[in-house]
């Protein structure tokens, strides 16, 4: 279990490296602040939008209940970015919002090398901790995205004063209709708690930046 000591995102992005190298096992993370809203429409590119997406000119928005049995969330259409999210099984249900940008506007450390191609904001409304089995299926899709490379998920949680960093892997995409599809990113939340509703980030980074396959 990896427990950091900080505020929102201060002094996280400089321990990054040293903690994600350490991460594995099962881990938790305890309160926070939800980040304030862009407030501009925008419209939105290539793979479809969700049912009840919101979209402003800096993100797309949607939320939706996390099921005990586990299953998929439709990731928010943004910036050429959209498709689904598996998720493993969880303790109890509890909704969570998404939110798809193409730049960060929430000030998340850097957690690969290079730029991320994009972030999927997350806001957990209430606490959960998710099982370790889900099925590959459907995945995050992008014409950014090119069948055949690998690609690196990394993923932070931040409630109240403890930050959660999920234990990255990489995985190859494959061909879909909208572009790329990365399949197996959901496998970062893989024996994860959330003791609080938190809020944080998935990053997606070009090439075979860790050892540990999604």
């Given amino acids: 279990m990896i427990r950091l000591r900080v505020g929102r995102h201060a002094a996280v992005a400089g321990m990054a490296a040293t903690v994600l190298a350490g991460c594995s096992g ?119 995205v090119t069948p055949g490379q690998a690609y690196t998920a990394y993923g932070i949680v931040t409630v109240g004063h403890l930050a959660l960093m999920f234990p990255p892997c990489y995985t190859v995409a494959t061909a879909g209709t909208y572009g790329g599809v990365l399949a197996d990113i959901g496998h970062i939340l893989r024996d994860t708690t959330i003791t609080g509703a938190g809020y944080g980030a998935i990053e997606i980074y070009s090439g075979e930046q860790v050892s540990q396959a999604c």
């Avoid at 997406?53 to 209940?65: D, H, L, M, N, P």
């Avoid at 598996?86 to 998404?98: D, M, N």
């Avoid at 999927?120 to 370790?132: E, I, K, Q, V």
């Fill in 26 to 144: 099962t881990h938790s993370a305890t309160s926070g602040m939800l980040p304030a809203a862009a407030a501009f429409a925008g419209d939105t590119t290539g793979p479809p939008a969700c049912k009840g997406q919101r979209t402003t000119k800096k993100y797309g928005e949607a939320s939706a209940t996390l099921r005990k049995g586990g299953g998929s969330l439709c990731i928010p259409a943004f910036g050429g970015f959209g498709g689904s999210l598996q998720y493993p099984g969880i303790e109890r249900s509890a909704k969570l919002t998404l939110r798809t940008s193409t730049e960060n506007i929430y000030n998340e450390p850097q957690l690969g090398t290079g730029a991320s191609l994009v972030y999927l904001n997350l806001h957990f409304h209430a606490g959960t901790h998710f099982g370790s089995h889900l099925k590959s299926a459907g995945g995050l899709t992008s014409e950014s």
